[in-house]
């Protein structure tokens, strides 16, 4: 594989969007678009009644944003629509009607961690650790930090975003409710994954619907809290700091 793609397909009331790209599934801002509008697809799907995220390949899940493009951005206005690229994706997958299911078969770095963070339910390998390496870089996790203190708290989010140069175990990520179950290798995610997609498309529609509110409750103000956090990355992202180090890179 070498060309990046974003796949949607339908399979007995389970769809399945597939994104990848050969530098490690980062996702630049089109792939972002892309992604973005193969959710709200599914969601609108009357065939569909579950949803499974993944990544193409073996390795990694996600590398986060495109470095190649940060280093392009010139001006604030710029920042803000390439960081708001990830605010769309999560709010996309937050809105969603349906449940959305997501693998992770190896490392999420940066913006990767936010899309595992607003998974309804996520299984992931032992090889699926994270990282977030924001700070290192001169800006933070803003777009993504609602997401992921969500999932797994305030604590673990501080932990995460200022030992921003290690990543942290699948076994870490499990312990803190990231991940809702973890294994030793992908034959047997993928099989545990079919097994609970394949069941929750027996459910009742809008009873799973009404239970993605409530599990969702209280994150109405998300549609503008990550744009507000995507305008405050795309304006450090500008510093000389963070251009040094990505011209670095």
């Given at each position: 594989m070498s060309n990046p793609y974003v796949n949607f397909s339908v399979?007995?009331?389970?769809?399945?969007?597939?994104?990848y790209h050969p530098s490690h599934n980062s996702l630049p801002s089109d792939l972002l678009k892309k992604l973005q509008n193969a959710i709200l697809d599914a969601d609108k799907d009357p065939g569909v009644k579950v949803i499974v995220l993944k990544s193409g390949g073996d390795r990694t899940f996600c590398a986060g944003a495109s470095f190649d493009e940060i280093?392009?951005?010139q001006t604030p206005e710029e920042g803000l629509a390439f960081f708001?690229?990830?605010a769309n994706v999560i709010n996309a997958m937050r809105r969603c009607s349906k449940f959305i299911l997501v693998r992770a078969q190896?490392?999420?770095v940066g913006g990767g961690v936010g899309i595992l963070a607003a998974a309804d339910y996520c299984v992931a390998t032992q090889h699926a650790s994270i990282k977030l390496s924001e700070l290192s870089i001169g800006i933070?996790?803003?777009v993504i930090a609602p997401a992921i203190e969500r999932?797994?708290?305030v604590g673990a989010l501080s932990q995460l975003s200022m030992?921003?140069?290690?990543?942290?175990s699948a076994e870490w990520c499990l312990g803190k409710g990231l991940y809702s179950e973890c294994f030793e290798d992908v034959k047997d995610m993928d099989h545990t994954l079919e097994k609970l997609a394949k069941s929750l498309s027996s459910y009742h529609t809008d009873a799973m619907a009404s239970m993605k509110r409530a599990l969702w409750s209280g994150t109405e103000h998300w549609d503008n809290l990550l744009i507000e956090r995507a305008?405050?990355?795309g304006e450090l992202v500008l510093s000389e700091t963070t251009k040094n180090f990505l011209n670095k890179f």
């Amino acid at each position: 594989m070498s060309n990046p793609y974003v796949n949607f397909s339908v399979s007995e009331h389970v769809g399945t969007i597939e994104f990848y790209h050969p530098s490690h599934n980062s996702l630049p801002s089109d792939l972002l678009k892309k992604l973005q509008n193969a959710i709200l697809d599914a969601d609108k799907d009357p065939g569909v009644k579950v949803i499974v995220l993944k990544s193409g390949g073996d390795r990694t899940f996600c590398a986060g944003a495109s470095f190649d493009e940060i280093k392009q951005i010139q001006t604030p206005e710029e920042g803000l629509a390439f960081f708001s690229g990830f605010a769309n994706v999560i709010n996309a997958m937050r809105r969603c009607s349906k449940f959305i299911l997501v693998r992770a078969q190896g490392k999420a770095v940066g913006g990767g961690v936010g899309i595992l963070a607003a998974a309804d339910y996520c299984v992931a390998t032992q090889h699926a650790s994270i990282k977030l390496s924001e700070l290192s870089i001169g800006i933070g996790p803003f777009v993504i930090a609602p997401a992921i203190e969500r999932k797994i708290g305030v604590g673990a989010l501080s932990q995460l975003s200022m030992d921003c140069k290690n990543f942290y175990s699948a076994e870490w990520c499990l312990g803190k409710g990231l991940y809702s179950e973890c294994f030793e290798d992908v034959k047997d995610m993928d099989h545990t994954l079919e097994k609970l997609a394949k069941s929750l498309s027996s459910y009742h529609t809008d009873a799973m619907a009404s239970m993605k509110r409530a599990l969702w409750s209280g994150t109405e103000h998300w549609d503008n809290l990550l744009i507000e956090r995507a305008k405050t990355s795309g304006e450090l992202v500008l510093s000389e700091t963070t251009k040094n180090f990505l011209n670095k890179f």
